[in-house]
């Protein structure tokens, strides 16, 4: 059950909003704790815990953003706020409506728009080999029409229908390997269920300096730097289908994105003014079935790259300067669909589309096997230092936390996982009465971000059931606090314009004072949500904590904080 | 002191070695009765009558001469082994032209090597044909030999198919070694990643089996075409030594129609098989083990450790496999063990000092300066490619006797045009090599590459002299000695010059001499990046241990360091950025194949500006805003604010 905070009415692109009228909600600790918590009720006193959020709903409710932010197109990005009062390096805030983008160019034959005209057969036999290799040169000679051929179509429509029924057998064997590209694309891409109609594929932030890229619906990535004006965009033949996009750490301007059939790596000169760099700036890294490559992780020490197919159940490690990989190999579950280095460096989580999960140890790559009860882990984020893994289950709206034994390289080759995942979060659908009437919040959850400082948390949360009305999807930002003890507490909600579905979430991974948040709409507009905090990471016991506070906390272990299930 | 220093670091080798290499043989040899037990089950296969053929396979396996066969095998793999110890580097030796590969693969160490692999090879065949029976089983059958038809007369004959399979099987051993040699298979390359031995080793088994029945195709295909023309050779000389006949009745096996007998190719392929899968194997353990990871202590516990901990073994001159591990081990343990950094940041007990980050950032400094300067002098010899040399005959020779001088030296007029005269500073001469070289196109008709190619035929023996000498002194050596040779212009030494140029000229026209001589670019830089594994690691250590040292330095012994390991790292990064812009450089990696043979050797070079790069940015993204108050030289600092804007 969610409990507390009355949602805020939709908050339009907030760039605008903090930026127009009031100081961003700052969020001292000690105010969150200002009542006491009663975990036996299912609900709780949702006012006293975020003054500010008040501050957030005092102007008049539904601003639906202004032209600026979702309008035309053309100026690319539209001018960040006045960074006057915060301060803020200038952001761009953009938008890239999906009409403006052209369908992932397909090569279609240029013969359709014409008259018919029917090739002879063998050109047309030697066509479907090259495009659909064996099987498609079976196809079209069962299926052409010229005669005398009546015994050859008869044995290949023999071989055709043993090859179906063989491949079946197989896929009822293996089914990550029945899974076709297309149903890939939607669910294990980072965007969630409806893969088509989204114009933004994937979003990443640079590790270091404020620039970020976007894989677009027409498979062209744009790399967004707030200290200039220049936008290069990055084409390559084989940039297909993009599904991730990720920047190598440690370094200037490398960035990998995952293809249909291969990796890119593109190595962009931050100096260069030119806006579209030749392919020949782009590695590829390819290996023989391994395709499509639907997640990326780097190393956060910049040296290797993992990169991560459903349909292949090896894991590949790159070298990526000198191109040579390293398979790692597991057999049951199937692929791998969802890739997360821990940001220490010491633990990979690796999600597959059968209900188990690996976390594997970064140094001697052994791994511990998580099955789940339900359903396939969805996402997972991991706490700033490695410690603790904040995971969710596809069909459940819980958030399970595990966590892991602090890391040392004695220990070579254990994971050190506690036995059990505990819940640190009910999501469940939850009715809310706010002044502008009844609101639905609350389902399954579709993607996480937790933020480089462990104090916030984003969470996608997808209604579970899209055609009831009221229920929609909202990123809910939660506090937390990873030590002494882990908390975990509502803080409030981002909602979009009316048709506007958050799609993929990044906090920025450099920001000064607190937390920025970037969602990307299904509308195509990127919008960043600041978070102005100050750490908690200040001295045990100084003055800015109530004492109240740390009795509270330190006499249960991992409380769920909403309900208990 | 010779002797004692020489011991003990074949104590410590073997203290370190000696038990991997006993491992990798000891499970080599486990092993050995899987593959045989495979091979048997093969070579008898009878796709009619499965049931038949598993009884019979195994009723072969308990037989006293396959029993026999496996011990034989074991001592095969035994000095097939002891060859992979004697023969293994961890630099790779890359012949820079076609003449030094001739050269290594008549070097008698070679021919040793590549007889020894024939006789094994052979050794293996015969096992095989013994435990494929049939008509393979030995080499002299018994025989009919009817002139009439009275007097039939039971004789011993030469079985053709026995000599053939043991002829293939020689024939591999030869190949293996030959491509042991040309792939450089002796070269141990560490892994990009840790892990356990049994993972890598069923990683790698897949491929090896593929590589290996690949292999053996091919080497059967040779054999069929060698053993068509040559074949009689063998066989007269066996039939004469050993008094055997030739069957008349049976058919020649060194015409078409013999060799095409499948069943006989089959045989002879998995006999190839066999043969490669049982050496691979051994090969692959010893790889595996040999590569794996060793824990140098930091500090020793006990007096008599002193020799085997990091710091000591790092300042010492080890054998290089020893170098590899120890920093190896170093890159490790900057990575993963904070309880060992605290080690490395540790004061010594009495007296306080910081014995053991001196000893490594010292050693890991000298082999990053090491490195620096012999791309400095390769990217001298490149620019000038003999021109400090000729500059000065250029000086004397030319108003005397233009001839044929002047032909080959157009490039070079040119550029001594941009540079003005060879006494100008160090700084433009540099400059105005990397200028011309950049465009390297001077109007000249005949390709840039070969003019720069043909004066490279000796000038070997400058090349070695520069290779020595340190960035800023090798100008000023040259200065001096145009100077020395300025004041003695002999006659005798121009004519000589001036001969040797014409000689050059003459030579380098010849085509086929030239095919033997050149030099292939590719070659010459892998060559000179084949030990920068060592430098990888150094450079990881190193920047991960200054790294580390901004939170858990107690003492701040890294602080002392700081601007001798920043001004280095920069320096090196000035230095190989140059090296990749010069040309014929590529700027990409090759394809690496995926299959058993590794390559990666290739492409150290590039592992090392990546790791390079890293490094620095590690150290500025740490250290942030506080480099600043470090004492750089002002280009290095310029250099360390574009890093720290990351705009590198």
Redesign the interface.
Known sequence: MLGPPPPPPPPPPPTQRWARDHPPPSLPPQSVFGTPRRPSEGRYDPLPLFPQNRAWTAPPPPIHPPKVLCGTPSPPHSPPPPPSKQNLPPLPALTLPEDGLKGPGRPESGAQPFLHHREALWKRVLCAWRDGGLRGLLKEIVSAEEEGLQWAKTALSCVVTACRWLSSLHGSLLPHLSVRCKALRGPFCAGGRNGAGRAIRAFAW?P??SKFAVALLDDSVRVYNSSSATIPSLKHRLQRNVAAVAWKP????ILAVACQSCVLVWHLD??SLSTRPSSGCA?VLS??GHSPVTSLAWAP????LLSASPVDTAML?W?????????L?WFGGGGVTFLAWSPDGSKVLAATPSAVFKVWEA????CEKWPTIKGRCQTGCWSPDGSRLLFTVLGESVIYSLSFSEY???MQ?QVGGSKTASIVADLSETTFETPYGEERVGGAVQSMAWDPTGERLAVIIRGQNPRTAGTQTVVAVFRTRNSPVFELLPCGFLRGEQSAEPQLIAFHPCFQKGALLTVCWSTGTISHIPFFFLSTHVPYGSPGRSPAVVTASSSVREQPLFSEL | MEAAAAGRQRALLRQVLGWRLAAAVAWSGLLLPVCTAAFVLLSGIQPLRPLRWLSDSFDDLYTSHVIFCILLMSVVVLVISVFNVEFYAVVPSIPCSRLALIGKIIHPQQVIHSVAHAIMGMLVAWCAAVMTKGRFQFLAVPCTISESLNDAVPQMCLNEYHLFFLLSGAFMGYCYSLLYLINNMNYLAF??????KY?RF??SLPLLVKHSCVESLYSVRNFCVAYYFFGYIPKMWISTTMDLRIDSKLHPLDTLSGLLDLSLFYHVWLCGVFLLVTWYIAWLFFKIYATETHHFPVQPTFAEETDQCLPKILNSNPPLIIKFLALQDLM??S??????RQEVFSLSQPGGHPHNWTAISRECLSLLTDLTQRLIAQQEAAAANGRAKQQVGEMKVSPQTPGAVVAEDIPFQLQRSDIGSPFSSPALNCKAGILDLSSPWHGSVQSPLVMRRGPKLWTSGSGLQMNGSHRESFPVLSVARVGSEAVQPSFIYTWLQNKQEQIKNFLSRRVLIMYFFSKHPEASIQAVFSDAQMHIWAL?GLS?LVAASFTEDQFGVVQTTLPAILNTLLTLQEVVDRHFKLPHVSS??P??S?SLVDT?YK??R??L???L??AL??IT?VFGEHLNAVQVSTEHKKRLQQFLE???
Request: with cysteine; proline share 7%; glycine share 6%.
């Open positions: 640079h270091h300096t440690l370094c200037a301007s931050p100096t590695q290996y023989p020490s910049g040296k290797l490690v070298d990526v300067s000198t191109e040579n990989c390293v398979q190999q140094q001697m790559w052994t040392r390289g004695d080759g | 892994p990009i990643i840790q892990q356990y993972l069923r990683r490790l343990l990575q993963y063990s904070p309880v060992r990881e991960h990409k990696p394809r690496s995926g990666s492409t150290l590039f592992a500006r990546a790791s790069k890293t940015y590690r993204t990351y705009k590198e």
